[in-house]
């Protein structure tokens, strides 16, 4: 079954967190490094994109988890996993085999849960993140025209990391936690690049965005319905939002995504907002009862949690939605 045909049939379940989850292993530096880098030249605790090499074991279970709870969708451990993001571990040079080897974990975990009920087909979206460097915005303010990366270098570093996850055997792209939507134009760019140069179809692409505060606007200063409209030329599966909120601040956001959205929408908030600590409070039952409550409305395809949720939270989401309708595609009007 493809994806569209599971969508067009009901609400998704994407998975929750992988970073909280890792925190839970307790991991020291040794771990991290595992046989192969214990010489490495820099402390490398901290890159959880290397575990996908060193303790893929822990990867796949965190995997499983998540489709034991009742994910749909879950996305491979590579936030980071570009040249760009791996110089500050002076890992560049293993950019491309971090996404093979995060897309191998994702792609076993869910095609063993697949074989166990193949009604309820298993998806692994290659998880493509903002960068640690922006096109849009300068690191230095003394001097706002400059950029520490051009757009030439973000399309280079995208289209490596698509390299790897498409021969690691993901079924998706995903685009998220968008803050900058240059950097996700590159990304975009990037994408159509590669299948145009491997004369491949090209698969699905999935775009989310990041609500950063109040204002209703991402970091690099859009409006909602502008980045909607900044990457809708990509013509994606979805356009949604993750991380930065939580479900009860992200929701009149949705609300407004659903009603100009000519394609899928996704929605996976953090378990509310962070304590003074920095972590997350909100409960499983909590959290699913906001997505649930958004899946009565109509305004969501394919849901799940980012910051702080957890196996509990997926499982509690996948509960409250699994007998409620997907939210239809208007059929919009276009301009002539």
Request: aromatic share 8%; glycine share 8%.
């Given at each position: 079954?493809?994806i569209k045909q599971a969508l067009a049939?009901?609400?998704?379940?994407?998975?929750?967190?992988?970073?909280?989850?890792?925190?839970?292993?307790?991991?020291?530096?040794?771990?991290?490094?595992?046989?192969?880098?214990?010489?490495?030249?820099?402390?490398?605790?901290?890159?959880?994109?290397?575990?996908?090499?060193?303790?893929?074991?822990?990867?796949?279970?965190?995997?499983?988890?998540?489709?034991?709870?009742?994910?749909?969708?879950?996305?491979?451990?590579?936030?980071?996993?570009?040249?760009?993001?791996?110089?500050?571990?002076?890992?560049?040079?293993?950019?491309?085999?971090?996404?093979?080897?995060?897309?191998?974990?994702?792609?076993?975990?869910?095609?063993?849960?697949?074989?166990?009920?193949?009604?309820?087909?298993?998806?692994?979206?290659?998880?493509?993140?903002?960068?640690?460097?922006?096109?849009?915005?300068?690191?230095?303010?003394?001097?706002?025209?400059?950029?520490?990366?051009?757009?030439?270098?973000?399309?280079?570093?995208?289209?490596?990391?698509?390299?790897?996850?498409?021969?690691?055997?993901?079924?998706?792209?995903?685009?998220?936690?968008?803050?900058?939507?240059?950097?996700?134009?590159?990304?975009?760019?990037?994408?159509?690049?590669?299948?145009?140069?491997?004369?491949?179809?090209?698969?699905?692409?999935?775009?989310?965005?990041?609500?950063?505060?109040?204002?209703?606007?991402?970091?690099?200063?859009?409006?909602?319905?502008?980045?909607?409209?900044?990457?809708?030329?990509?013509?994606?599966?979805?356009?949604?939002?993750?991380?930065?909120?939580?479900?009860?601040?992200?929701?009149?956001?949705?609300e407004e995504l659903s009603s100009i959205?000519?394609?899928?929408?996704?929605?996976?908030?953090?378990?509310?907002?962070?304590?003074?600590?920095?972590?997350?409070?909100?409960?499983?039952?909590?959290?699913?009862?906001?997505?649930?409550?958004?899946?009565?409305?109509?305004?969501?395809?394919?849901?799940?949690?980012?910051?702080?949720?957890?196996?509990?939270?997926?499982?509690?989401?996948?509960?409250?939605?699994?007998?409620?309708?997907?939210?239809?595609?208007?059929?919009?009007?276009?301009?002539?």
């Amino acid at each position: 079954m493809q994806i569209k045909q599971a969508l067009a049939e009901r609400i998704l379940v994407i998975d929750g967190a992988m970073g909280t989850m890792i925190q839970r292993h307790k991991l020291e530096e040794a771990d991290y490094r595992g046989e192969r880098f214990k010489d490495w030249h820099t402390d490398v605790k901290g890159n959880n994109d290397l575990l996908c090499i060193t303790q893929p074991q822990i990867i796949i279970g965190i995997h499983e988890l998540y489709l034991e709870a009742g994910a749909d969708i879950i996305e491979t451990n590579t936030f980071s996993s570009t040249v760009i993001a791996m110089a500050d571990y002076d890992m560049q040079s293993l950019a491309y085999e971090l996404n093979v080897a995060a897309a191998n974990c994702a792609r076993k975990a869910a095609d063993k849960y697949t074989a166990l009920n193949p009604a309820k087909p298993r998806f692994v979206a290659g998880a493509i993140g903002p960068l640690n460097k922006t096109l849009s915005l300068s690191p230095d303010v003394n001097n706002p025209g400059y950029r520490a990366v051009t757009f030439d270098e973000v399309v280079a570093a995208y289209y490596q990391q698509i390299s790897g996850l498409v021969d690691g055997g993901v079924d998706i792209i995903l685009i998220e936690t968008i803050f900058d939507t240059l950097n996700a134009k590159g990304a975009i760019f990037a994408v159509k690049k590669y299948f145009r140069d491997k004369g491949v179809p090209e698969l699905p692409v999935m775009i989310s965005g990041t609500i950063t505060d109040a204002s209703g606007r991402t970091l690099s200063g859009q409006t909602l319905e502008a980045f909607y409209t900044s990457v809708m030329h990509a013509n994606p599966l979805s356009v949604g939002l993750n991380c930065a909120l939580g479900a009860a601040e992200m929701r009149s956001h949705i609300e407004e995504l659903s009603s100009i959205a000519a394609c899928h929408v996704s929605a996976y908030p953090n378990a509310g907002l962070p304590n003074a600590m920095g972590e997350y409070d909100e409960q499983p039952h909590e959290t699913a009862h906001f997505i649930e409550e958004w899946a009565q409305q109509g305004f969501v395809n394919i849901v799940g949690g980012c910051c702080g949720t957890t196996p509990d939270h997926i499982k509690h989401i996948a509960q409250n939605v699994q007998h409620l309708k997907p939210r239809a595609i208007p059929a919009l009007e276009t301009a002539l």
